[in-house]
């Protein structure tokens, strides 16, 4: 755990030091640019029907999640957000000063509250010293604090060029862990593309509680 601790620190500095360069763009949460983030994003609130739901948003950067939910999918519900990087949550905070950000750290302080969905967008990308490892406890963690589903997207390794900085997961692997240790009801995407004209590089995962 001490050598998870060493990564999330390091993700924290990452992250806050984006923010100071982009400020709260994008870039300050590694994505691309505003139409590729919120494709990928958009696939998560897919998950089913989240126009009233309570929503917790694990790596929540400066919410624009909740920007997404509230403009495509009706969104009139409660939304909490997670974060390591105070910039972020600061921004987030002037933002939506309706909804809740929080920066906690789920391995040492859990999870305090039951919400409907539980979303992750980008969270499980950046190369650390086991990714796997903090992929599933996460994972584990969430979905007990979820009533209805947790939504989660990963790189794939069904790729032809792998960044080494980039944590790529198999999504097999993926789909046989959710299924074994999570819930019987899952659902694995690798069907939609995030730039035009390019082969689908990431994949998102369903994972339902028994409907």
């Known amino acids: 755990m001490s050598t998870l601790k060493g ?18 763009t994008a870039a300050a949460v590694q994505q691309r640019d ?4 919120e494709r990928r994003m958009r696939r ?33 519900g409660a939304y909490v957000g997670y974060d390591l990087s105070e910039p972020h949550l600061a921004a987030g905070r002037l933002k939506f000063p309706d909804a809740t950000f929080e920066r ?29 490892g903090f992929m599933t406890a996460a994972l584990e963690r969430l979905y007990g604090a979820a009533t209805e589903g947790v939504a989660f997207n ?24 959710c299924k074994r240790r999570l819930s019987p009801f899952v659902n694995l995407r690798h069907d939609y593309r995030i730039k035009p004209n390019v082969i689908p590089f990431e994949f998102t ?5 028994d409907r």
């Open 7 to 24: 990564d999330l620190r390091r993700l924290e500095e990452h992250y806050a030091a984006l923010f100071v360069e982009h400020g709260d």
């Open 34 to 37: 505003r139409e590729t983030q």
């Open 44 to 76: 998560l609130c897919e998950i089913g029907d989240v126009s009233q739901a309570q929503v917790l948003d694990f790596g929540c950067g400066s919410g624009h999640l909740l920007s997404v939910l509230r403009s495509e999918f009706g969104f009139s």
């Open 104 to 132: 906690r750290d789920i391995f040492e302080q859990g999870i305090d509250r039951t919400v409907g969905y539980v979303m992750i967008s980008g969270v499980f990308n950046n190369r650390m010293t086991d990714n796997w």
């Open 154 to 177: 990963c790189l794939s390794t069904y790729v032809d060029y792998e960044d080494p900085n980039l944590y790529y997961a198999d999504p097999r692997e993926v789909f046989d862990f």
């Open 205 to 209: 995962v369903y994972v339902y509680r």
